[in-house]
Nanobody
Framework: QVELAESGGGSVQSGGSLSLSCVAY????????IGWYRQAPGKERDLVAR???????SYADFAKGRFAISRDNAKSTVHLQMNSLEPEDTAVYYC???????????WGQGTQVTVSS
């Protein structure tokens, strides 16, 4: 398992951009699939984007074309670039790491993203 720490959240206007970072503390970061999730008040936690150790990505429908996930295994860091943000993107964004061998999961504490109209 690894410990995860998100950063980069904040408040932006509709149409604005924000970049989130997730730093992993531990060994064998390249063995983890990393996902970004979000949860708004009163709603379920949703997958935003996911990236494999090899760099393959997948996105939720609401994120496709607006968000981009990337990783730097040497720096044990994953980024989520968010563009064209809308108020419905307001949520706490969480970083999740799943070990490809053990399938154990680690979660960060989350970072708040607020989009104002």
């Amino acid at each position: 398992q690894v410990e995860l720490a998100e950063s980069g959240g904040g408040s932006v206007q509709s149409g604005g951009s924000l970049s989130l970072s997730c730093v992993a503390y531990g060994n064998m970061f390249s063995m983890y699939v990393i996902g970004w999730y979000r949860q708004a008040p009163g709603k379920e936690r949703d997958l935003v984007a996911r990236i494999t150790p090899g760099g393959s990505t997948s996105y939720a429908d609401f994120a496709k074309g607006r968000f981009a996930i990337s990783r730097d295994n040497a720096k044990s860091t994953v980024h989520l670039q968010m563009n064209s943000l809308e108020p419905e993107d307001t949520a706490v964004y969480y970083c999740e790491a799943e070990h490809m061998g053990t399938r154990k999961t680690s979660w960060g504490q989350g970072t708040q993203v607020t989009v104002s109209s």
